[in-house]
């Protein structure tokens, strides 16, 4: 029952995390959403930052997951950047962002440890796209010299800044767009 109640906070506060940003919700908030009291709150995550860092953990873990499934269940360049971007648009779907972009947004205001998780859930996604477009480049997919740093660089930026755009402007292909403008950009 224990770990059942936790692992409804972690969810309920990746959600909240998600839809309104990490400053934005309480344990007060949380106990409602849940049906608990804060004491039972504090019993599972003494602070707010143990919580916002074990959501950090767990959806680097799970798009960690996700990012190898990718790349062992698709070969070619643009059939995993569509993938991917079915990451982003999928929070789309449920008016949220994405977990890194709500962070970003208030990144000087988290607490240390709170910027060094986002800046690693950043950092694994990076790596995987460049992992991906190195193997493209080796193919003879993407240009030879084309700068795979900043060819990641742009393709994370893309879709985050489309996560951001398409929840004030809701456009139902959005992302496709963004995703046309990224095979554009690397030439396949």
Known sequence: MANQTRLKLLNEAYSLMCSNGYSSFSYADLAKKIGISKASIHHHFPTKENLGEEVICAAYEETHQKLQAISLNFTSLMSRLEQYMHLFSQHSE?????????LSSEFPLLPDTIQIRTQEYFQLQINWLKTI?????????????ANINDLALTIIKLFEGTSIVGRVLPQQDIFQKSLRQIEFLIGS
Do not use: F, M, V, Y
């Open 133 to 145: 477009l190195q193997t493209a480049q080796d193919n003879g997919e993407i240009k030879a010299d």
């Open 94 to 102: 449920l008016s949220q962002i994405p977990l890194c972009c709500s």
